[in-house]
């Protein structure tokens, strides 16, 4: 007798049906897995015999094959060990259920405990659309699987359990769903503790509000970190289709917080200079997401840029432009969505006083030179705001005065995203940083006096296509936060304003 019971497995962010086959003939006593499992798999036979022995079920004797199809796609992981045990105990008639619109998920321990597993969401969304009526997850996954609407959530903690509820020996009552509320994290810091900063506190209240790229560059203690730490606090709220994105990436890769059903805040990611590039784009065998990814929808903070490998920040300039990584290994190819904000921060020089208006550099300009330029010309293009950072003068310091809260700056950015909104009704198109080539004539007319100006900087400062694409944008949002439909001479200014820096630094020390 065959019996098959359903599973799924995972690809990247791809669910797959998978289909565990149980066979039992005579012969000498084995137990054989096949279907292209890795040693996770494999040793599952172990996992399983055990538990069915603990659980007072008879292991049986004879020539156990079990097939996981498709064969012809690798199987990672212990997510497979309640299916192969349920398949077990059907083929033996230890077991009698309708398991026909039934999917099985968990890892098993040797007293048959139910451990949890990673990837429940894509994989509890995949068996809705699969058609399945009902899923069976490990209890400390059943809260991450409830978020999908339609489909039955039964979390079981023990092999036990699960057994009696398919006897009709016990009732289990399903998962309630978890309903979604975008939430502000509490802990977030607030840009009413930021003194002074008055134009960089401006710029990143247009970075924000148009999902633009931007540098901090400035001396050291400036606050570049600090103002960088506060931009999810003016973000504005996930949809709940940004939630489920971003939950799906966090859960395959395991970090995904105890009891936090659904990420709900932005994600805020800031690695160590010391990164791989494989860190920042995912890696491994079977890729992993890397930092780039576990950002999506939020931010990624590289504080003091310059530190970072020279092959990890080229690796970020594709990623930037398609909002998308994919990574090629043997086993296979992978795509992962990466729709950041970059948000970098660097010193000007060695000594960090270069271009200080009061401290003197220490630095030749030969080692100037050596520092800004591991910061290359194409990753300098692709950040959309480059931001002086100056000291904070005394008289900021001191003030007891209170500055602008995050809950202020954060109502102009959500009205500004509103206008967004509604001008990409229909579309792909999240924020004016995601405008296609396509559109940026048509949403982004200029008047005659911002033509001229735009045409004049284009020649002086000899800018690139993609400045002139960058710029474009920037100036839209700034209208945007003017509420005007129009670009005048005063947005593209101040858009050109934050395209001034490079030569500030960079062309100066030439």
Known sequence: ????????GLMGLTAYTVEVEADLSTGLPRFDIVGLPDAAVKESRD??????KNCGYEIPVGKITINLAPADIRKLGSLYDVAILVALLDTTGQLLANHDTSVYLGELS??????PINGVLPMTIHAKEAGFQRIFVPKQNAEEASVVDGIEIYGVSHISELIKFLTNAITIE???????????????????EVKGQ??????????????????????????????AKRIPSI????TFEESIETTKIHSIAGLLPQNVPLITTRPFRSPHHTVSPAGLSGGGSIPKPGEISLAHNGVLFLDELPEFSRPAMEILRQPIEDGKVTISRVNGTLTYPCSIMLIAAMNPCPCGYFGHPTRPCTCSSNKVAQYLAKVSGPLLDRLDLHIDAMPVEFDHISSTAHSESSAEIKKRVDAARKIQNERFLNTEIT?????????????????????????????KLGLSARAYDRILKVSRTIADL??????????????????????????SNK
């Open 235 to 238: 973000l504005p709220d996930m």
């Open 110 to 115: 040797l007293s048959g405990e139910i451990r």
């Open 431 to 459: 924020c004016n940083a995601r405008i296609t080539p396509a559109l940026l004539q048509r949403t982004c007319p200029i008047s005659e006096s911002g033509m001229q100006l735009l045409r004049n900087a284009f020649d």
């Open 47 to 52: 996992r399983v015999c055990s538990a069915i």
């Open 174 to 192: 399903p998962q309630k769903k978890i309903e979604f509320a975008s939430t502000q994290d509490l802990f977030v810091p607030d840009f009413s």
């Open 1 to 8: 007798m065959i019996s098959i019971i359903s599973s799924i």
């Open 482 to 507: 003017d509420n005007s439909e129009v670009l005048e001479s005063r947005h593209i200014a101040e858009a050109i304003q934050y395209r001034s820096l490079d030569r500030k630094y960079w062309l």
């Open 198 to 227: 008055h134009s960089a506190r401006r710029a990143l209240e247009i970075a924000a509000a148009g999902g633009h790229n931007a540098l901090l560059i400035g001396p050291p203690g400036s606050g570049k970190s600090m103002l």
